[in-house]
Each structure stands twice: as structure tokens, then as C-alpha cells.
């Protein structure tokens, strides 16, 4: 099914101008499933402990939100939440060649089961530099959770393991939660932005 945005917005693109539309890659239904499906499996995972969620910001806010109630449903209640913020792209969309912390986790996660959401997962450095930071705090354990993951852009071995949905190629998306150049975390959908002249 091709989605195209109504509110499409005219840009400029070598030299010429460009329209901005948009292609469905994930409508609200399918990932609000997926979503139930990743939290029954860490409530598999993590029955008898008490996790911690960690939130990478900006991008894993809507997710987490939904993960959070969705375990609720399943039977892990005793959860905690806390947030990261990482700067990795500056202000595009290609990594930055740098990570630097922003703003630093409140809780003292020292011998606790630590569970990293992550909103899409690209080169891997991102995640490679929180689990190093992480791992001064001495933590039981660091398990990853994204909704999206660029799998063929990887450039670092993380493991990751839940994944919602593997995107094929490096398409620019937007919604739930993630930006396309600031705007669009609203969208309860996953769409891909194409730039057509």
C-alpha cells in the first residue's frame, strides 16, 4: 500500500525543488501488536525480577510508553523507568562520529536487570557507547529492546534482543516517536520519507 502525505512540503534538492511525501512502512494496528508481542516475551524473561527500563531520548518515548503498559498488562508490574539523552547526529541524520551524554540516568542501577529502549538502531555506536556507560554503574544485566532496527547499516556487533520490525535498506522514517528533521514524532504510524523533484 503507497501512502502519500497530503501535507506533502516543498523543498529544495540539488538545486531544484523537491516535494516531501510520505510511504506507510507501518500502520498504528500493526505496530501496537508487535508492540504486545515484545512485551510478552520480556515478561517470559524477566518473571521474578524487577527491571528497569532505560530510555534513550528523544525518539523512545512513545515506544517505551507503550512497552511500559504493555507489560503492566502481562504481569511485570514492578518496573521502573528512567532516560538518557545521547547526542550522536548533531543536527542530520548521518552518526556524527562522536556520542556524548546530554543528560545522565537518575537511578542507581548497580545489580539491577537493565532493559535499553531504543526507538531504531542504526551503525551501532550509539548503543555501544551507553553500554560501556553502563557498565561502570555495574548493573546484573544490560538487555536491548528497539521498535525499528537498520540491520544492514550496521557497523558495530551489538546484540540486540527484541526487535519489533527490521527495515530493509536505510529508508529516512518518521513517526512514533522518531523525528524527520524535528517534526513528526506525533504520527502513531511509521512512514518513509521520499524526496521527489
Not at 506533502?8 to 523537491?18: D, P
Request: with cysteine; net charge positive; aromatic share 10%.
Amino acid at each position: 500500500m503507497r501512502h502519500i502525505s497530503k501535507y506533502s512540503k516543498a523543498m529544495v534538492y540539488n538545486g531544484a525543488m523537491a516535494r516531501d511525501t510520505t510511504r506507510l512502512l507501518y500502520s498504528h494496528d500493526k505496530i501496537q501488536k508487535r508492540v504486545k508481542e515484545i512485551a510478552v516475551e520480556i515478561c517470559k524473561d524477566y518473571q521474578g525480577k524487577k527491571p528497569i527500563l532505560v530510555g534513550i531520548l528523544k525518539g523512545s518515548f512513545v515506544f517505551l510508553a507503550d512497552l511500559l503498559r504493555e507489560l503492566y498488562a502481562c504481569g511485570l508490574k514492578d518496573v521502573e523507568v528512567d532516560f538518557l539523552t545521547i547526542s550522536s547526529y548533531g543536527h542530520g541524520t548521518e552518526y556524527s562520529g562522536s556520542s556524548t551524554l546530554l543528560s545522565e540516568m537518575t537511578l542507581d542501577v548497580k545489580g539491577k536487570d537493565v532493559l535499553l529502549v531504543e526507538d531504531i538502531i542504526d551503525t551501532g555506536y550509539t548503543l555501544r557507547f551507553v553500554k560501556e556507560y553502563l557498565k561502570e554503574k555495574h548493573p546484573a544485566s544490560v538487555k536491548i529492546v528497539t521498535i525499528l532496527d537498520k540491520k544492514e547499516r550496521r557497523e558495530v556487533d551489538v546484540p540486540v534482543e527484541y526487535v519489533g520490525f527490521t527495515l530493509k535498506g536505510s529508508p529516512w522514517v518518521e513517526g512514533y516517536g522518531l523525528d524527520g528533521g524535528k517534526y513528526g514524532r506525533g504520527r502513531s504510524d511509521v512512514v518513509e520519507k521520499i524526496l521527489t523533484k
